[in-house]
């Protein structure tokens, strides 16, 4: 067989489609971005509780500190650059290297050292003491009357169980409700790799270690949505593995709980019945567990009010018809590398699953 080169024009028509192709991709970026921009707060510099105020002005300390004393080397490097060097009481021919030292200058070299030693050892102490009393303080956050949430990471996604009062609790997925005010303790698992739990407005990161327990203690004081984000690299869609922490009033809390410890309600439409019979006899019921139904799969998220949740596949994208759709269809172009297979059921099916979904509330 004989390959022959691209023609000029074909070549052309290459470049242009290459090109044509990374402005979509730009766009699509900038897009993101700007979608991402209209989502929930992350940023530790907006601290919502007590422990992610201390965690901030330690930060603000050490911002100023670090960057006095890196004012001051630069500025000791800028006069030692600049400075004349002394005239040289070397005779012609004579190496002025082999000169005693100036004692005078020497003195003086060895009295700044000194000071700069000292200005060191007494910064860094006191960087050091700073650090230490805000860990403390992190600790001592009075867990009286705590709300006790556990939670484990997957790949990628978030198991979030709420244990009952001997009513076995209930689960959900990648959303946290807690309310505003009172101590929150997670106890933090890992169902595979290593995770890290953290939601930059509320506190530190945790790591999540599989076989090994920990917990993480806050409190939120100030209502509101924070956008938490798994912060240990734990393979390809490490980046698509957030969660979403509502911060709410005691009441409207207690009204979610009690909303979420419901089963799901039986559909009266009849397309969502058959839905809801596609789901439960079909694959999804393997992975998925809907309270109030036959389906208990335990794989993948709990998805008995998943209509209740603003963002799908651990906050990877809004929780609206056209995304499930997308979703369900392939859910590979939406996070590359899921463990969600693409729906092997008929279009007609999938639509009927949809619309029982969209029941779950
Ligand atoms: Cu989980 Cu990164």
Same mark, same amino acid.
């Given at each position: 067989?004989?390959?022959?080169?691209?023609?000029?024009?074909?070549?052309?028509?290459?470049?242009?489609?290459?090109?044509?192709r990374?402005?979509?991709?730009?766009?699509?970026?900038?897009?993101?971005?700007?979608a991402y921009?209209?989502?929930?707060?992350?940023?530790?510099?907006?601290?919502?509780?007590?422990?992610?105020?201390?965690?901030?002005?330690?930060?603000?300390?050490t911002?100023?500190?670090?960057?006095?004393?890196?004012?001051?080397?630069?500025?000791?490097?800028?006069?030692?650059?600049?400075?004349?060097?002394?005239?040289?009481?070397?005779?012609p021919?004579?190496?002025?290297?082999?000169?005693?030292?100036?004692?005078?200058?020497?003195?003086?070299?060895?009295?700044?050292?000194?000071?700069?030693?000292?200005?060191?050892?007494?910064?860094?102490?006191?960087?050091?003491?700073?650090?230490?009393?805000?860990?403390?303080?992190?600790?001592?956050?009075?867990?009286?009357?705590?709300?006790?949430?556990?939670?484990?990471?997957?790949?990628?996604?978030?198991?979030v169980?709420?244990?009952?009062?001997?009513?076995?609790?209930?689960?959900?997925?990648?959303?946290?409700?807690?309310?505003?005010?009172?101590?929150?303790?997670?106890?933090?698992?890992?169902?595979?790799?290593?995770?890290?739990?953290?939601?930059?407005?509320?506190?530190?990161?945790?790591?999540?270690?599989?076989?090994?327990?920990?917990?993480?203690?806050?409190?939120?004081?100030?209502?509101?949505?924070?956008?938490?984000?798994?912060?240990?690299?734990?393979?390809?869609?490490?980046?698509?593995?957030?969660?979403?922490?509502?911060?709410?009033?005691q009441?409207?809390?207690?009204?979610?709980?009690?909303?979420?410890?419901?089963?799901?309600?039986?559909?009266?439409?009849?397309?969502?019945?058959?839905?809801?019979?596609?789901?439960?006899?079909?694959?999804?019921?393997?992975? $998925?567990?809907? /309270?109030?139904?036959? @389906?208990? %799969? *335990? +794989?993948? #998220?709990?998805? =008995?009010?998943?209509? !209740?949740?603003?963002?799908?596949?651990?906050?990877?994208?809004?929780?609206?018809?056209? $995304?499930?759709? /997308?979703?369900?269809? @392939?859910? %590979? *172009? +939406?996070? #590359?590398?899921? =463990?969600?297979?693409? !729906?092997?059921?008929?279009?007609?099916?999938?639509?009927?699953?949809?619309?029982?979904?969209?029941?779950? /509330?």
């Amino acid at each position: 067989m004989i390959l022959r080169a691209a023609s000029p024009p074909r070549r052309a028509i290459v470049r242009e489609r290459a090109a044509a192709r990374r402005i979509v991709a730009a766009a699509t970026m900038v897009a993101t971005s700007c979608a991402y921009a209209a989502w929930p707060d992350q940023n530790a510099l907006r601290p919502a509780g007590i422990q992610a105020l201390r965690i901030v002005s330690l930060w603000h300390w050490t911002l100023l500190v670090c960057g006095l004393v890196f004012a001051a080397v630069l500025t000791a490097l800028a006069v030692a650059l600049w400075r004349r060097a002394p005239a040289s009481t070397a005779s012609p021919g004579q190496d002025d290297r082999l000169l005693p030292p100036d004692p005078l200058r020497a003195r003086r070299a060895t009295r700044v050292t000194r000071a700069a030693t000292v200005v060191s050892v007494v910064v860094l102490s006191g960087l050091i003491i700073a650090d230490v009393l805000t860990d403390r303080a992190l600790s001592r956050l009075p867990v009286t009357d705590a709300l006790y949430i556990e939670m484990t990471g997957h790949q990628w996604w978030w198991d979030v169980r709420y244990p009952g009062d001997g009513d076995g609790g209930f689960a959900t997925a990648n959303e946290l409700h807690v309310p505003v005010g009172r101590p929150v303790i997670v106890s933090l698992k890992a169902a595979d790799v290593i995770h890290t739990f953290w939601a930059p407005n509320l506190h530190g990161k945790k790591d999540m270690i599989p076989g090994r327990d920990a917990t993480i203690a806050f409190r939120v004081d100030k209502p509101g949505t924070y956008r938490g984000q798994c912060a240990e690299y734990c393979g390809l869609e490490h980046a698509l593995m957030a969660f979403i922490v509502v911060a709410e009033p005691q009441a409207q809390f207690d009204a979610w709980l009690a909303q979420q410890r419901r089963p799901a309600g039986n559909p009266t439409a009849s397309f969502a019945d058959a839905g809801r019979r596609v789901f439960v006899a079909g694959a999804c019921a393997t992975c $998925h567990t809907v /309270r109030g139904t036959p @389906a208990s %799969g *335990t +794989l993948g #998220p709990d998805l =008995t009010h998943v209509m !209740s949740r603003s963002m799908l596949a651990a906050g990877t994208f809004p929780n609206d018809r056209a $995304h499930l759709a /997308r979703w369900l269809r @392939a859910p %590979g *172009t +939406l996070k #590359p590398g899921t =463990t969600m297979p693409a !729906s092997t059921l008929s279009p007609m099916e999938q639509q009927a699953v949809i619309a029982w979904l969209e029941t779950l /509330r």
